[in-house]
């Protein structure tokens, strides 16, 4: 029974992330496109960690892909 259980949450938690990914990446675009000011430095590694964000999302690593976003975000300050 508890395996059952172990399994059912790790299968909710990856599943919550799946849907978190898309809120991340509308965050970060909508911040970007308002016209944030960061330097080109800090600029090209928000929009490198957004891309290789989805990419992990779309191949279903979805904890990777929250944790590349989430850098993101914080670079941006969201």
Not at 7 to 33: E, N, Q, R, Y
């Amino acid at each position: 029974m508890k395996s059952l259980f172990a399994l059912l949450l790790a299968f909710t938690a990856s599943t919550a992330f799946a849907f978190h990914c898309p809120a991340d990446m509308k965050a970060i675009d909508a911040k970007l496109a308002s016209g944030v000011k960061l330097s080109d430095a800090d600029m090209a590694k928000v929009k490198q960690l957004r891309a290789d964000g989805e990419a992990a999302h779309k191949a279903g690593k979805h904890d990777e892909s929250v944790k590349l976003l989430g850098e993101a975000m914080k670079i941006l300050k969201i």
